[in-house]
C-alpha cells in the first residue's frame, strides 16, 4: 500500500489538495477532522478520551488499508515538527504501511500565515469541519498554534528522501495535486 501523508499547518488546503489527489490517484482520503469530528461530540479537545479515540480510528484505518490489499491512502495530518512526541504519534500511524513493506511519502503544504488566514471559513471547510465553525476562535487558535510550534518545515524534515513541499500560496487545489502527483511519479 502507498499512504500518502498530507501534512501542514492549518488551513494550508490540506483536505481540498487531498480530494483532488484523491481524484487523480483513486486513493481515498482520510482526512484528519474524519476522526476529529466525531469524538469531539464526545470527549473535548486533548483529553485523554479524546487523543486515545483519535489514534486509535487514526491507526485502525491505515492498519485495515493495509489489511485489505488497498492501493493507497491519503492521509491529512497537523504535524508539530518540533515535537518528539509528535514524531513518535506520526510513526505509530505509519507504522503498518511500513512493517507490509508499504511505499510511505511525507507532502508537505506551504502557504503563508496571510493565505491560511483567508481561507478559514470556506464553504467546504466548514461543511465538513464542525469544530472550525467559530471563526474568530478558528483564527485565534490558527494564530498561536503559529507561534506555538514549528508546522512548516525549514529543510530539516526528519525523512527528507520521503519529503516533498508543495507552496500551495498561489495555486489551485487541483494544481497542487497535480504537483504532488508529478513529484511523486503517480
Request: a negative charge; zero cysteines.
Given at each position: 500500500?502507498?499512504?500518502?501523508?498530507?501534512?501542514?499547518?492549518?488551513?494550508?488546503?490540506?483536505?481540498?489538495?487531498?480530494?483532488?489527489?484523491?481524484?487523480?490517484?483513486?486513493?481515498?482520503?482520510?482526512?484528519?477532522?474524519?476522526s476529529i469530528e466525531p469524538v469531539l461530540?464526545?470527549?473535548?479537545?486533548?483529553?485523554?478520551?479524546?487523543?486515545?479515540?483519535?489514534?486509535?480510528?487514526?491507526?485502525?484505518?491505515?492498519?485495515?488499508?493495509?489489511?485489505?490489499?488497498?492501493?493507497?491512502?491519503?492521509?491529512?495530518?497537523?504535524?508539530?515538527?518540533?515535537?518528539?512526541?509528535?514524531?513518535?504519534?506520526?510513526?505509530?500511524?505509519?507504522?503498518?504501511?511500513?512493517?507490509?513493506?508499504?511505499?510511505?511519502?511525507?507532502?508537505?503544504?506551504?502557504?503563508?500565515?496571510?493565505?491560511?488566514?483567508?481561507?478559514?471559513?470556506t464553504p467546504l471547510r466548514l461543511e465538513?469541519?464542525?469544530?472550525?465553525?467559530?471563526?474568530?476562535?478558528?483564527?485565534?487558535?490558527?494564530?498561536?498554534?503559529?507561534?506555538?510550534?514549528?508546522?512548516?518545515?525549514?529543510?530539516?524534515?526528519?525523512?527528507?528522501?520521503?519529503?516533498?513541499?508543495?507552496?500551495?500560496?498561489?495555486?489551485?487545489?487541483?494544481?497542487?495535486?497535480?504537483?504532488?502527483?508529478?513529484?511523486?511519479?503517480?
Amino acid at each position: 500500500m502507498h499512504l500518502i501523508m498530507l501534512f501542514g499547518p492549518s488551513a494550508v488546503g490540506k483536505m481540498t489538495v487531498g480530494r483532488e489527489l484523491s481524484a487523480i490517484t483513486g486513493y481515498p482520503l482520510f482526512h484528519n477532522h474524519m476522526s476529529i469530528e466525531p469524538v469531539l461530540d464526545i470527549f473535548p479537545w486533548g483529553s485523554p478520551g479524546f487523543v486515545r479515540l483519535t489514534e486509535q480510528l487514526r491507526r485502525g484505518v491505515v492498519e485495515e488499508a493495509v489489511a485489505a490489499g488497498m492501493p493507497g491512502l491519503v492521509f491529512t495530518y497537523v504535524w508539530a515538527l518540533e515535537d518528539p512526541g509528535d514524531r513518535e504519534y506520526v510513526d505509530r500511524l505509519t507504522e503498518p504501511v511500513r512493517q507490509a513493506g508499504g511505499r510511505l511519502d511525507f507532502v508537505e503544504l506551504y502557504a503563508d500565515q496571510a493565505t491560511r488566514l483567508a481561507r478559514e471559513g470556506t464553504p467546504l471547510r466548514l461543511e465538513h469541519k464542525r469544530s472550525k465553525r467559530d471563526l474568530d476562535a478558528t483564527r485565534q487558535r490558527l494564530l498561536a498554534d503559529d507561534v506555538a510550534h514549528q508546522l512548516s518545515t525549514r529543510g530539516d524534515f526528519v525523512y527528507p528522501e520521503q519529503h516533498l513541499r508543495v507552496d500551495n500560496s498561489r495555486l489551485s487545489p487541483a494544481e497542487a495535486a497535480a504537483r504532488i502527483a508529478a513529484g511523486l511519479r503517480l
